[in-house]
T-cell receptor
Framework: QKEVEQNSGPLSVPEGAIASLNCTYS??????FFWYRQYSGKSPELIMS??SNGDKEDGRFTAQLNKASQYVSLLIRDSQPSDSATYLC????????????WGLGTSLAVNP | GAVVSQHPSWVICKSGTSVKIECRSL??????MFWYRQFPKQSLMLMAT?????????EQGVEKDKFLINHASLTLSTLTVTSAHPEDSSFYIC????????????FGPGTRLTVT
């Protein structure tokens, strides 16, 4: 079992719809959770961080964390073609020299 | 805030030569800097973790004598690819973790290395 798992996709949604991206992790002591967006040929960009159970909203993005189920998700409302990218889930553990454990990413395509 | 720069953005070098890549955190001090490599259509691969003033910690399978990392200050880390070969051609990306952060990493724009 991979430490951080994501569906590779591609996930295809029409413009204006809600895109739902999911991530599960295996280590129960994980503490911090991040979503990064990576456009083709570019470096990753941090878009959301979440540290406690529940929802965290930032503009069109909502991150949801459920530590009991070891599950973190990202919702993108009113999806735009410019949201088309690979979304990477990353998880930290205490005492891991600040390393992040990365999922392989979910490719999202928003169709006009 | 949280800007990381990388230089150069792209470089072409001949086989057998060495290339140095700089990574700077511009508006924050970074406890830790990370170096990643990414091949086309593949996922990020962590190469090494470096802390200011300490030796870098390399991931399994990464040759420390080939990929030299220096982390001289809280805002600067360098990666030197020594005796580069065509198989070292890749996208090298650094990231930095803020001193007061919660383990988040901010990425530089990356350096595309082509070895001919």
């Amino acid at each position: 079992q991979k430490e951080v798992e994501q569906n590779s996709g591609p996930l295809s949604v029409p413009e204006g719809a809600i895109a739902s991206l999911n991530c599960t992790y295996s280590d129960r002591v994980s503490q911090s959770f991040f979503w990064y967006r990576q456009y083709s040929g570019k470096s990753p960009e941090l878009i959301m961080s979440i540290y406690s159970n529940g929802d965290k909203e930032d503009g069109r993005f909502t991150a949801q964390l459920n530590k009991a189920s070891q599950y973190v998700s990202l919702l993108i409302r009113d999806s735009q073609p410019s949201d088309s990218a690979t979304y990477l889930c990353a998880v930290s553990r205490a005492g891991n020299n600040r390393k992040l454990i990365w999922g392989l990413g979910t490719s999202l395509a928003v169709n006009p | 805030g949280a800007v990381v720069s990388q230089h150069p953005s792209w470089v072409i070098c001949k086989s057998g030569t060495s290339v140095k890549i700089e990574c700077r955190s511009l508006d924050f001090q970074a406890t830790t800097m990370f170096w990643y490599r990414q091949f086309p259509k593949q996922s990020l691969m962590l190469m090494a973790t470096s802390n200011e003033g300490s030796k870098a910690t390399y991931e399994q399978g990464v040759e420390k004598d080939k990929f030299l990392i220096n982390h001289a200050s809280l805002t600067l880390s360098t990666l030197t690819v020594t005796s580069a070969h065509p198989e070292d051609s890749s996208f090298y990306i650094c990231s930095a973790g803020p001193l007061q952060g919660k383990y988040e990493q901010y990425f530089g724009p990356g350096t595309r290395l082509t070895v001919t």
